[in-house]
């Protein structure tokens, strides 16, 4: 099952959808006002809501199941409490959206000091996590059944978290953004971006044993080709192979591949047989560096070369993506890392400088993605 | 670390990398891995049936080293060797050797053999490793933490076996009454333990922390509804209930607990468990069960057909780390074990998170089954032994994603 999960991986939709700018002056000035009068007053739940769509339907979810066990005529007491990885301030967007949801279904929501001097219903949400993903609990206690066990509403929330993990750094600022994720493993992956011809951006997976393409139709990747790649029974557990920095030739362990990669049905792929034993492979190409895999570039920070390097551990492990500088013949770490949900399988040069691609192996979800990480310079 | 960075800059030039650099943590290939196991296995061949439930579990590992897949049915199918490696020499009970398949499906192994020592006592185990004598092992629950001390390189899965007390004998040749009446004592000796029990204490003190309180029948990494079900120490109201409760109950002699005379946890258990139904007044003996590690009926909970006890011990390990699936799975136990008789409520096959909850409120009201704890899977490892990854349920030892580095020297601890 395979689908795409970044459509405008070229297209800045921030600017080629952005309306006209040309409100008037007074319009301008009304609204600066209004936010200023606005933003003392606004309340947790009048927060626009920031979850993305399938966060907000778990949590209209559990405000049905609520709103069925619970009376709106008596105050509601809500407290969320996050016993998951979710961060505080996730916890607090699925409080606000909670919240939203139960004022729509006209609750009166007390506040915790109203909740202890009336009679109201208590709403005690736990944020939690199992093996299927997150999930939301509402334990509903009504004051006038505080001796019977609280009723249970449980609904599932999705397996990520509801924002992406970004971080920020001082000088190199590492920013990775998802192009592909699919069950099966897959080396590297390819996008070209769209033709002067009027052509749709292309993008390429490789696998094991085959090179997919797709074409970015109607908003998503859309299945255009699957190039088999015949391989010999015999090869090692970890094929090598990448796309070269151009996108205009590949490299896989015991393959050929000729045609114009950027022309699917030009592409013909064959065993060479000229199949190197894996016990012969070498460990390392750079005997003696100790370090994780790692792709040099030159820097966008003026006058620099840059690295990006992938953390040491085992495969079993997350991992992070550090960038670092050169300042005369040293490199030196620069920003802060980027985390992966689990090991850094590829690291390759991207096609534009600055860039890098990545796949990664998901521990958490058992997939695996295909990331293009940007390194800017923050001054 | 980073100053090597220059001498990669410095190879690859001005041009600036245009071929990825490779990672010095890319496995390598050769070497023999050593593993020792408590158990032993008397055939590999999958129709044979393993006298123990130890030996059962060692087998099905084997078993999927050296075969690829399974049936639909969860049998192991094809040829012998079609898997990761193929059997060089086994000698029943004592010991195996396993090649790496050149030609298996998804690559070849990276270790060239496996070398599986059987039958060895855990005492013995953990001095081989110590002596780096072997590569990987597996260590009790309740001795990670003093291996751990000792320098010994752990490695623990997510707790993923159930231990549980569960009601024993059935009373379908009861008149109705009698039936009745000896459900609800049942009901109310279950409660009145459930309450009585210091699972913390089991916990901290004979686990050494290894593993956790369990009130429910998933684990909250499974489930994340664990937190529904508390499992904190008996407070001064609990003990008061756990009386009341017994008091009604009457019963003219000290109920039974059986435990697997060959399992030193589950005798530790039913000790404190002894001592904690005292502290409620309750009159309770632990009793070995020489038997009771013997088959698969030791895990179903069908208990003692003899009808010398009351209750006993159980370990039930998840089969899958889904919520849905792994109760599914106890579920079945329970139905034919401690629940026999009783009609199970209807199980969708999409189990929602709540679907999931009711079920285990719905057994677990019935104080048949009492949970205990969530031991973990834990694993002895030497320094040399790279990408292992404990297993967690339904999931073989990843002995062919293993590789021996035999340059960096790993720490040592709990992983």
């Known amino acids: 099952m395979l689908r795409w999960r970044f459509a405008n991986l070229f297209h800045d939709s921030r600017t080629l959808m952005r309306p006209s700018r040309g409100l008037p002056l007074r319009f301008h000035v009304t609204l600066v006002a209004l936010f200023f009068i606005a933003v003392p007053f606004r309340t947790l739940g009048q927060i626009s809501n920031p979850l993305p769509q399938p966060w907000n339907d778990a949590v209209r979810k559990l405000a049905d199941k609520i709103a069925a066990d619970v009376s709106p005529l008596k105050p509601l007491s809500l407290e969320v409490k996050n016993i998951s990885p979710l961060s505080a301030a996730e916890t607090l967007n699925v409080h606000g959206a909670l919240a939203d949801e139960l004022r729509n279904r006209s609750f009166l929501l007390a506040s915790p000091s109203i909740a202890a001097a009336e009679s109201v219903t208590t709403a005690q949400v736990t944020v939690s996590q199992g093996a299927d993903g997150y999930v939301l609990v509402a334990e509903i206690k009504s004051d006038s059944e505080t001796k019977n066990e609280p009723q249970i509403a449980i609904v599932s929330a999705p397996k990520l978290a509801p924002s992406a993990n970004q971080t920020s750094g001082e000088i190199l600022l590492l920013q990775k953004r998802l192009i592909w994720q699919q069950p099966e493993k897959f080396l590297d992956f390819f996008v070209w971006p769209l033709g002067g011809s009027g052509s749709a951006s292309l993008l390429a997976v490789l696998e094991p044993r085959r090179l997919a393409y797709y074409e970015f139709q109607d908003g998503g990747w859309r299945s255009s080709r699957s190039i088999p790649i015949p391989r010999p029974t015999y090869q090692p557990r970890n094929p090598d192979g990448f796309f070269e920095k151009d996108g205009t030739r590949l490299y896989l362990d015991g393959t050929a591949c000729t045609g114009e990669l950027a022309q699917p049905e030009t592409v013909k792929c064959k065993g060479t047989g000229a199949y190197e034993n894996p016990r012969t492979l070498p460990s390392t190409a750079l005997e003696g560096v100790n370090v994780g895999q790692a792709v040099v570039f030159e820097s966008p920070c003026e006058g620099h070369g840059a690295a990006l390097e992938t953390g040491t551990g085992d495969w079993t492990e997350t991992d992070t993506i550090q960038g670092s500088q050169s300042t005369n013949d040293n490199f030196s770490e620069s920003g802060a890392p980027i985390g992966t949900d689990g090991p850094v399988l590829t690291l390759v040069p991207g096609s534009v400088s600055g860039t890098a691609r990545i796949v990664v192996h998901n521990l958490k979800t058992g997939e695996y993605e295909g990331y293009v990480v940007t390194a800017t310079c923050s001054r | ?42 055939s590999l061949d999958p129709d044979v049936e393993a006298a123990t439930a130890e030996e059962a579990a060692v087998k099905w590992q084997i078993d999927s080293l050296i075969f690829d897949h399974w049936d639909a049915d969860g049998e192991f199918a094809g040829a012998a060797g079609s898997g990761p490696f193929r059997v060089k020499a086994f000698e029943a009970g004592k010991r195996a050797e396993l090649a790496a398949n050149e030609e298996f499906r998804e690559g070849r192994p990276f270790v060239d053999s496996i070398e599986i020592s059987m039958g060895r006592a855990a005492h013995e185990r953990l001095v081989d490793l110590e002596l780096s004598k072997v590569d990987l092992t597996e260590i009790a629950p309740q001795d990670a933490r003093r291996a751990a001390e000792q320098g010994v390189r752990v490695s623990a899965s997510q707790p993923d076996e159930l231990l549980a007390l569960v009601f024993v004998g059935g009373n379908a040749a009861a008149t109705s009454s009698a039936r009745t009446t000896n459900q609800a004592a049942r009901q109310a000796a279950g409660q009145a333990l459930s309450l009585a029990i210091d699972r913390v204490a089991i916990v901290n003190f004979i686990l050494q922390k290894t593993g956790e309180a369990a009130g429910g029948l998933l684990p909250q990494w499974s489930s994340g ?93 998840m089969t899958s780390p889904l919520p849905s699936v792994a109760l599914k799975d106890f579920l079945a136990r329970i139905y034919s074990g401690p629940l026999a008789g009783v009609e199970a409520g209807a199980f969708p096959e999409a189990a929602s998170p709540e679907d999931i909850y009711k079920q285990q409120r719905a057994v677990l009201s019935t104080y048949r089954v009492v949970p205990l704890v969530w031991l973990p899977q834990v694993y002895g490892l030497s320094a040399r032994v790279r990408d292992w990854k404990a297993p967690g349920p339904g999931e073989n030892w990843p002995l062919a994603d293993v590789w021996l580095d035999t340059e960096t020297p790993t720490p040592t601890g709990v992983q």
């Open chain 2, 225 to 317: 509804t664990a937190f529904l079900f508390p499992a904190a120490p008996p407070s001064a109201p609990d003990l008061a209930h756990a009386k009341e409760q017994w008091k009604q109950i009457a019963p003219s002699g000290a109920l039974v607990l059986g435990y697997d005379s060959a399992d030193p946890l589950e005798q530790s258990v039913a000790e404190r468990i002894v001592v904690n139904a005292k502290e409620a007044g309750m009159a309770l003996r632990a009793q070995a069960m020489p038997g009771a590690s013997a088959g698969a009926d030791k895990s179903r909970g069908a208990g003692s057909q003899a009808g010398h006890v009351d209750m006993q011990l159980v370990r039930w390990r």
């Open chain 2, 1 to 42: 670390m980073l100053r090597r960075l220059a001498v990669v800059s410095a190879l690859v030039g001005v041009t600036f990398a245009a071929v990825p650099a490779r990672s010095s943590r890319r496995p390598r290939y050769g070497g023999t891995l050593r593993v020792e196991i408590g158990a032993a296995v008397a």
